[in-house]
């Protein structure tokens, strides 16, 4: 319903029905929470906690690392790492999608319940040595005695400043007072 095309003798009549309905609910919630009360003194007198308690019972240890349990919450792959699995699954020579390599690692045995498993697969096959990038999303398995891929970006620059100058400095270092010529006397 459009404000605008209400009068103001409309806008208040709307107000005053939703006044009395917020009216209603209170009145009901009141009547609910006395009913509650009177179930909780019942209960007290049986002896039983009526309020239901959030959180850790009372009197049972948190949960610590201790001797014998593990670091993280690290989930068994099936004894593989996902390198392992798409090494595994994929036949050397084939060309693959991250989707076709994905369920190739899980039929190896690689197990994962991750949302996000075809983006992982994804940046392994693009980083991993023994994949090479044929085309958009499309990844050729390559022979185990495939070269390593080469490093990326630019190469290192040549050392220009002297040993022994601040970083930045492209002056040569200073000659020393022994290497100095005496001055003549005239």
């Known amino acids: ?29 009141d009547k609910l929470a006395r009913r509650l009360a009177t179930l909780d003194a019942e209960l007290a007198d ?28 690290r989930k068994s792959h099936g004894g593989l790492t996902l390198m392992q699995a798409l090494e595994k699954g994929v036949r050397k020579g084939s060309t693959v999608s991250p989707a076709e390599a994905a369920q190739a690692a899980k039929r190896a045995g690689y ?13 392994t096959l693009a980083r991993a040595a023994g994949f090479k990038k ?4 499309q990844y050729l398995r390559m022979s185990d005695g495939a070269a390593p891929k080469a490093k990326r970006g630019r190469p290192a620059k040549k050392a220009q400043r002297g040993p022994g100058r601040p970083k930045g400095s492209k002056n040569k ?9 005496a001055p003549a006397a005239a």
């Open 173 to 181: 270092p200073r000659a020393t007072a022994a290497a100095k010529p």
């Open 46 to 73: 049986l002896g039983v906690n009526g309020a239901r308690r959030l959180g850790r019972p009372p009197g049972r240890k948190t949960r610590r690392r201790g001797p014998g349990r593990p670091k993280g919450g």
């Open 134 to 137: 044929t085309g958009r999303g």
């Open 111 to 123: 197990k994962t319940a991750s949302k996000t498993f075809g983006i992982q697969v994804a940046t």
């Open 1 to 29: 319903m459009a404000l605008r095309g209400l009068s103001t003798t409309a806008l208040r009549r709307e107000l005053a029905r939703r006044e009395a309905g917020a009216g209603r609910l209170a009145k009901r919630r």
